[in-house]
């Protein structure tokens, strides 16, 4: 065997065990899972990169060696300094979008031939790095023309711009919305404070906030997201939250640094809010893995439509848009699928990864009937830094009503 298959063997073994020992279970499987599929796909391709010299192979044994050591520490790290991101966090996290990606070339190797072009992954996990590193900052305009869409599709996926069809004096309802920071390797508290900010200095009407605020490494305490969403108090009585899926994973600390910010949290509640714009009510649903529809459909009858007010909902999976009675949001605001992570989108089309394997709403307006979902793209990411042609979203949205 070759020595960086031997080194990345007992590196795994020692991870895993490790973790076994002096984490939890639950952990030790999710590592040896990961780990494994990561450690064959860099043991096959290794030999192949290593041949285009040495600067490649001694990045190739740094990756490896940094990546296990990254899984290590993964949820020790509370607020990361810049050096352990630089050193650590960054180039294990981007290794490993990179080993995921390879999976083809490790199999061609696997098959004994010599896979084309075994750079290409890491070079597509370079570009994903860099594009995970950013948000787009643009405004859409949305029409919510109460026509009737019929059943749950497509509608006007990529939003257009609706000067045409709107007045120049219409005064549209102007809301900021922040899905998915999970703040952590790849959205530092600055950062998010700073998306925040410039949130705040756009003056909308609502800022509404769905869901998944942090990652593993940012669990130990509630202080670095409530410092990040601090500026958002300058827009009290006027932002909003729910939950999303990993925010039940330390929930107490999200609520709190929520509430130090002046965020409300809507958890399977509604709310009344009197804008300058007019009048609006705003139902917040809980994130729920099990009985969905049974949790919405009481939901919206705990809360009724009340009449004159503009409907709109908070629910952080757009799956579960189908599950709210018809008729019972004008408009839904989610996130959960990063706008699908892998597309076209930056090349001018709609197309990514999730909207081709499944039928889930991954980015863009929707439409079941006559209510409307926008699915935010969102503001970060969890996991491997794999935004290729999905770019972070930063928008205004510009809501239109027609009588």
């Known amino acids: 065997m070759s020595p960086f298959l031997v080194v990345s063997l007992a590196a795994y073994l020692a991870t895993v065990a490790i973790a076994l020992m002096y984490r939890h279970r639950f952990f030790a499987i999710f590592a040896g899972v990961i780990l494994g599929i990561h450690t064959v796909s860099t043991t096959l391709i290794e030999p192949f990169v290593s041949a285009y010299g040495l600067p490649f192979e001694i990045a190739f044994w740094y990756t490896q060696l940094v990546t296990y050591f990254y899984f290590f520490r993964f949820g020790r790290v509370n607020a990361p300094t810049t050096a352990y991101r630089v050193l650590v966090s960054w180039p294990a996290s981007w290794f490993s979008a990179s080993a995921f990606l390879a999976l083809p070339w490790a199999i061609t190797a696997a098959l004994g031939h010599t896979p084309r072009l075994p750079y290409l992954p890491f070079a597509i996990a370079a570009f994903g790095f860099l594009q995970s590193s950013y948000t787009r900052r643009e405004t859409r305009k949305i029409l919510l023309d109460h ?33 998915d920071p999970h703040l952590g390797p790849f959205m530092s508290e600055r950062r998010l404070r700073e998306i925040c900010q410039r949130a705040v200095d756009q003056k909308p009407d609502l800022v509404l906030l769905t869901g998944d605020f942090l990652t593993v490494e940012s669990q130990k305490s509630a202080d670095p997201l409530a410092r990040a969403l601090m500026p958002l108090a300058a827009l009290k009585g006027r932002v909003f939250a729910c939950f999303g899926n990993h925010d039940h994973e330390a929930p107490e600390l999200v609520d709190d640094a929520l509430r130090r910010a002046d965020v409300e949290l809507l958890l399977d509640r509604a709310v009344d809010v009197d804008l300058p714009w007019g009048k609006v009510q705003i139902v917040g649903a809980d994130h729920r893995f099990r009985k969905r529809e049974e949790a919405l459909q009481t939901l919206a009858r705990s809360h009724p439509r009340e009449q004159g007010r503009l409907r709109l909902w908070l629910l952080h999976d757009p799956g579960a848009f189908h599950c709210i009675p018809e008729g019972e949001a004008d408009l839904v605001f989610s996130g959960h699928t990063h706008g699908g992570h892998l597309g076209l989108l930056s090349l001018g089309l709609p197309h990514t990864i999730v909207s081709v394997a499944t039928s889930m709403p991954d980015h863009g307006l929707w439409a079941r009937g006559r209510d409307r979902l926008y699915v935010h793209r969102g503001t970060g990411h969890y996991g491997f830094p794999l935004r290729v042609g999905v770019p972070a979203e930063e928008s205004v949205l510009e809501i239109y009503t027609t009588p």
């Open 147 to 179: 026509a009737d869409a019929g059943p749950l599709g497509r509608y006007e996926h990529r939003i257009r711009t609706l000067v045409r069809t709107i007045s120049a004096d219409a005064r549209p309802l102007r809301i900021v919305q922040i899905t």
